[in-house]
């Protein structure tokens, strides 16, 4: 996996947050790694257990703290940059954009039948929590974005991994809701949407994929099941 | 188990939406996908529907007493400014 990312950024800029074993943790070789000890990661059935990664974020801007590092692209072990130029054109969409975060699928779901938006609204706290913490004039705004690869500012990652979350809120609206309230702006990526989402493997659609101008693509685990197999891990 | 639940999950949304109708945004015009809409103890269950769409009622171009129409429509893609101590 890090032969594959080798390819697109320089391995000195890419760090590696694990939440798995201790062990597998140990056997990673690569200098830039923490380990994230947070039950919140572990979740089996992520929506309705509100899956967090305020653990991730908190750890990963720690460990930016004294460096100067402008960006984070974030992306989950299964999120696999395609193009050549993934930092990039990440780099020019948001300058392009004047946006603080982009990702994909960025919907506003307030008021709507959004499922996790509605799971979340049974708590009758939801609201009251974004009316306390916002810096906007409309505290009912809700937002949701595919929790596989963001891109963001450092201010923005920052400011996001120093919140508190006051009761469990599922990454996919707490990240990019907070990102909001707090003044960052948040934008959509719709060329990329289609080749990130929730679908079977897509390990076979890659090429595919790069060709009809995938900067990532979302999901591909087989491949790095059937590495790590290799490797006797 | 899982994979048997999830299939039959998925055919039952196959049936449904085909028996179902096209859900059309009332502002834009714009295919929202298909939806089975039931009325259920005083509510309507909206089942299939992928897009996040918010419930409105249209406008009425003729006065009418005994009917109203409810539509769906979906918010425009987010496109706030920055705000605050970092604009």
């Not at chain 1, 890090?2 to 590696?16: C, E, K, M, S, V």
């Not at chain 2, 929202?32 to 299939?48: E, Q, S």
């Amino acid at each position: 996996m890090l032969g594959w990312w080798r390819q697109f950024a320089d391995p000195a800029h890419i760090l590696i947050v694990a939440g798995g074993r201790r062990e597998d943790f140990a056997g990673i070789a690569h200098g830039q790694k923490i380990f994230i000890e947070d039950p919140r990661l572990h979740t089996v059935d992520h929506q309705r257990e509100f899956q967090s990664y305020t653990g991730v974020f908190r750890g990963v801007s720690a460990w930016l703290a004294g460096r100067d590092h402008t960006h984070v692209s974030f992306c989950e072990y299964d999120h696999v940059p395609l193009s050549a130029d993934f930092n990039a054109q990440q780099l020019a969409r948001l300058a392009a954009e004047n946006a603080d975060v982009i990702g994909c699928q960025v919907r506003r779901v307030d008021g709507t039948n959004h499922p996790h938006y509605l799971y979340h609204h049974s708590n009758p706290e939801f609201h009251r929590f974004w009316e306390k913490i916002t810096r906007r004039g409309d505290p009912e705004v809700v937002l949701s974005m595919f929790g596989s690869g963001s891109f963001w500012t450092r201010a923005a990652f920052d400011a996001v991994a120093a919140g508190t979350e006051p009761f469990r809120i599922y990454l996919e609206i707490y990240l990019p809701t907070l990102a909001h309230h707090l003044g960052f702006r948040v934008r959509d990526l719709p060329d990329q949407n289609p080749f990130v989402h929730v679908s079977p493997d897509l390990e076979a659609e890659m090429e595919t994929a790069r060709r009809s101008g995938a900067w990532a693509v979302h999901p591909v685990k087989k491949r790095w099941a059937r590495e790590a197999a290799a490797a006797g891990h | 188990m899982h994979k048997l639940k999830r299939f039959v999950r998925d055919l039952g949304l196959k049936i449904l939406r085909a028996c179902g109708s096209t859900i059309i945004d009332a502002e834009t015009g714009q295919n929202l996908g298909r939806a089975f809409l039931f009325p259920w103890r005083g509510k309507i269950l909206v089942i299939g529907l992928d897009a996040p769409v918010r419930p409105v009622f249209r406008p009425q171009t003729r006065l009418t007493y005994w009917k109203q129409d409810l539509g769906f429509t979906v918010h425009p893609p987010p496109d706030f400014p920055r705000c605050g101590q970092d604009s």
